[in-house]
């Protein structure tokens, strides 16, 4: 089987290429990633010389260079290539529009073209908005995106569900929790805290710190979309969760207890403009209809991330650096200066 992964040095993304050639070492893997700020082919160093694994760079709405790609031979299609984070998006949402929306559809009409045998589109919960205290997103759970990123990714989703209807093509679209795990880029709640709180730093929790999200180690999301390559039935959506819902301030706690740093590292500062309230995923549909089961609990995971950040200090410190740099000093210069 020949695999497009786009996004494939990413946080997500990366971790799926790594997973795959140790699943299916016969599989050939062709990665393709622009290679903007959060994409690393660091992450991938482990794997990089492997005879069946294959790297392009390339942006996935550069029509010319996606053709050429498709034409070399592909069978499945696993599109990661995003952009991800909510606080970007209220900065500069045309990004987000051109990658997640258009750039969807460029890959979409080279599978076409080239007649793939399955497009997994990666996607998120966000799209489904927010929740109140009870109730879970279901597949059939109304699509309200609350920020430009949510947004783009549904724009991006119902661009994959209408080839499907108009065109028959062979799709999948996967929804996902919050991911945490190796590799993620320290924008993120859980490395962004690991590593302000390691150099004492004032650690920023937006509003009251009770947003809930769902986390998900993200061996078991690669896991997930395994399956769903080789099981997942053509049109079907399929929700991701780790059914582990915590508040932001207990992930912040828990990561002063492990590194052993005072709670006075808490900074409460000003919220998230539109920031959605709790995320909770019923996993029941893939785990009923394709067998899947996380292998991680929440307290195992975030212990095995935390080490890994710990053993891993000069992969993070190199690239707060640069473009992050400036970018950190917008989001959190503003917001800790603006402290609750
Ligand atoms: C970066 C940061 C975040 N937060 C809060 C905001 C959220 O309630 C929670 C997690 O924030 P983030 O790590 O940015 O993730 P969130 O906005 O939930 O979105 C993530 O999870 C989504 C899946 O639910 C993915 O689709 C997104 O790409 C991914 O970024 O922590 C803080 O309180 N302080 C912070 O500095």
Known sequence: ???????????????????????????????????TYAGNLENLKSIENHPNYTFAKADITDVQAMDA??????????????????????LEPDVFVKTNVLGTQVLLDAA?????????????????????????????T????????SASKAGGDLLVRAYHETFGLPVNITRCSNN???YQFPEKLIPLMISRALADQALPVYGDGMNIRDWLYVE?????????????VNGEVYNIGGNNERT??????????????????????????????RYGIDPTKITRELGWKPKHTFETGIKETIQWYLNNQEW??????????????????SRLGDSL
């Open 142 to 149: 109304p699509l309200t995106p609350n920020s430009p990123y």
């Open 1 to 35: 089987m020949k695999l497009l992964v786009t996004g494939g040095a990413g946080f997500i993304g990366s971790n799926f290429v790594i997973y795959m050639l140790q699943q299916h070492p016969d599989y050939q893997i062709l990665n393709v990633d622009a290679l």
């Open 220 to 232: 078991d999301h690669c896991s997930a979309i395994d399956l769903v390559i080789h099981e997942g």
């Open 316 to 333: 993070w410190t190199r690239i707060q650096s640069g473009e992050y740099q400036k970018y950190a000093e917008l989001q959190y210069g």
């Open 180 to 182: 945490y795990g190796p």
């Open 69 to 90: 790609l498709f034409s070399q031979g592909v069978d499945v299609v696993v599109n990661f290539a995003a952009e991800s984070h909510v606080d970007r998006s209220i």
């Open 248 to 277: 932001n301030v207990h992930i912040v706690n828990t990561v002063l207890k492990e590194l052993g740093k005072p709670d006075s590292l808490i900074t409460y500062v000003q919220d998230r403009p539109g920031h959605d309230r």
């Open 112 to 140: 076409k073209k080239y007649s793939v045998t399955k497009f997994v589109q990666v996607s998120t919960d966000e799209v489904y908005g927010t929740l109140g205290a009870t109730g879970l997103f279901t597949e059939e």
